[in-house]
């Protein structure tokens, strides 16, 4: 009897075992199963075709209203210094998936991370919670979309701009490396920044300026960025003989090879005319190669007696300033292709930028010696010898870049070698604004910098991967 208890409380001790086994098993057998490989497929597919939705709706909702009523940010005033800005967390999950290419045979990979929300910026302006504010506060407010003035702004004072530092452009997701770019998007209220071989899309609101997206080419170390006229793709350019064009709406990245008819082996600076027309590519020997911006092939080149150094387009894109290492600087007719006059740089000797006011009335050059020269450009385009309405002497060192705000009452200017190096022009009595850069070591060496579409912003980019961005408070739209 005790051999048959034994062997009963046996069995009965094995079928509980194998009851809590398959217990076990049915409990835990539902968090091993994977997602097939068709799932996953469909899942990323779902949440890519959202993310070029939210990007598309960022892009073009803009020209998609109508008559709608013009939503206002509140300024940044309210920002604490940057020094104390707590961390933004994170939009959301980032995902990696390889990049569209023109030539298959070419082994690069591109990262593409995206957030996976559709942020507030992708809302319609319908779909936004409007807040009250006082009429006190409304001078301290920035239209959220850009477009016309409400009223014409008084005219800017001399002596102390009223500007005000922001979060970082880049706040949410510093670079690594020095910002080679950064520009305003010509209609939304994004800006791009680009160091080493990442570029950087952030929604900008003064406060936590959002990151939209980031790309990543590898060994493509990027030069310059710039968003097309349209606003709906980014071109970049390396020291290569290719570049890539990023189709923002579809959400591909494009490589545009060998540019066929041109010889040069680097390009990694171009320009992009207002009209939306054309790309100019700066190469070697004094050569420029004007491409379709459209089909992306050269139609035309260009060539000056010395090395080219900078360039830029008339506002209405019918005509080319060109400067190089001799000291003159070449007008070009972009329709006929023809250089119909030449002026002497007066002082220089090389030449290092170039930029013109958006109403054609100032021409600005820099020079290897860190002389600007300020130029009447109707009187300049007669006169081989004309003389510089000023010559500014406060950059010691080559400059890297001058830029016109969009009313042509503010310049703004950096030399990428020393510390602090940037500067503000008032036009109207050209003279240089006593209170800028402020005493913050975080500029550091400027390398580049832009002002938003109607100068509601001011954004710089230095040699610590930080794009700084300024609020100028006399002006009322982004």
């Given at each position: 009897m005790l051999r048959r208890a034994a062997r009963r409380k046996d069995t009965t001790s094995q079928a509980k075992r194998q009851d809590s086994e398959d217990a076990e098993e049915h409990t835990e057998g539902p968090k091993k199963v994977l997602r097939t490989f068709q799932d996953k497929k469909t899942w990323k597919a779902a949440r890519k075709a959202k993310e070029e939705s939210a990007l598309e709706e960022l892009v073009l909702g803009i020209q998609r209203r109508e008559e709608e009523p013009i939503d206002r940010l509140e300024d940044a005033e309210e920002q604490s210094e940057e020094g104390s800005d707590d961390d933004v967390d994170s939009l959301g999950v980032t995902d990696t998936r390889e990049a569209a290419w023109v030539d298959d045979d070419d082994d690069s990979r591109t990262r593409v991370e995206k957030t996976s929300d559709i942020p507030s910026w992708a809302q319609t302006s319908r779909g936004r919670k409007r807040e009250h504010q006082s009429d006190d506060d409304s001078d301290e407010e920035l239209l959220q979309h850009t477009g016309d003035l409400l009223a014409e702004s008084s005219a800017l004072p001399?002596?102390?701009?009223?500007?005000?530092?922001?979060?970082?452009?880049?706040?949410?997701?510093?670079?690594?490396?020095?910002?080679?770019?950064?520009?305003?998007?010509?209609?939304?209220?994004?800006?791009?920044?680009?160091?080493?071989?990442?570029?950087?899309l952030f929604q900008i609101d003064g406060r936590n300026n959002p990151k939209i997206q980031t790309l990543h080419l590898e060994k493509f170390p990027i030069r310059t960025a710039r968003f097309s006229t349209c606003g709906r793709e980014v071109v970049l350019a390396s020291a290569t003989r290719w570049f890539f064009v990023y189709d923002m709406i579809a959400g591909k990245v494009?490589?545009?090879?060998?540019?066929?008819?041109?010889?040069?082996?680097?390009?990694?600076?171009?320009?992009?005319?207002?009209?939306?027309?054309?790309?100019?590519?700066l190469g070697k020997n004094g050569f420029m190669h004007l491409l379709s911006a459209k089909t992306k092939e050269c139609v035309s080149s260009l060539k000056m007696n010395s090395d080219v150094s900078a360039a830029t387009f008339s506002r209405d894109s019918r005509h080319l300033y060109s400067v190089g290492d001799a000291g003159e600087v070449y007008v070009w007719d972009v329709g006929t292709r023809d250089c119909i006059h030449k002026f002497v740089d007066d002082g220089c000797t090389h030449a290092t930028s170039i930029a013109l006011s958006h109403n054609s009335k100032y021409l600005a050059t820099g020079s290897q010696s860190g002389v600007v020269n300020i130029y009447d450009a109707q009187h300049a385009a007669a006169s081989s010898y004309p003389k510089p309405l000023k010559a500014l002497l406060n950059l010691t060192t080559p400059v890297t870049q001058t830029c016109f705000n969009h009313s042509g009452e503010v310049m703004a200017m950096c030399s990428s070698e020393v510390?602090?190096?940037?500067?503000?022009?008032?036009?109207?009595?050209?003279?240089?604004?006593?209170?800028?850069?402020?005493?913050?070591?975080?500029?550091?060496?400027?390398?580049?910098?832009?002002?938003?579409?109607?100068?509601?912003?001011?954004?710089?980019?230095?040699?610590?991967g930080r794009a700084l961005l300024y609020r100028i408070k006399h002006y009322k739209d982004f």
């Open positions: 001399r002596g102390n701009i009223n500007i005000k530092r922001c979060s970082d452009v880049n706040k949410t997701y510093p670079h690594q490396g020095p910002v080679r770019r950064v520009e305003f998007h010509p209609s939304a209220q994004v800006c791009l920044t680009a160091a080493q071989d990442v570029l950087g494009i490589k545009i090879p060998k540019i066929r008819g041109v010889d040069d082996t680097s390009l990694p600076r171009f320009e992009v005319s207002p009209d939306g027309k054309f790309l100019l590519f510390f602090k190096a940037a500067r503000l022009v008032h036009l109207p009595t050209l003279s240089v604004f006593s209170n800028f850069p402020e005493a913050d070591s975080t500029v550091k060496r400027v390398q580049c910098l832009d002002f938003s579409p109607h100068s509601g912003y001011l954004a710089m980019g230095n040699n610590q």
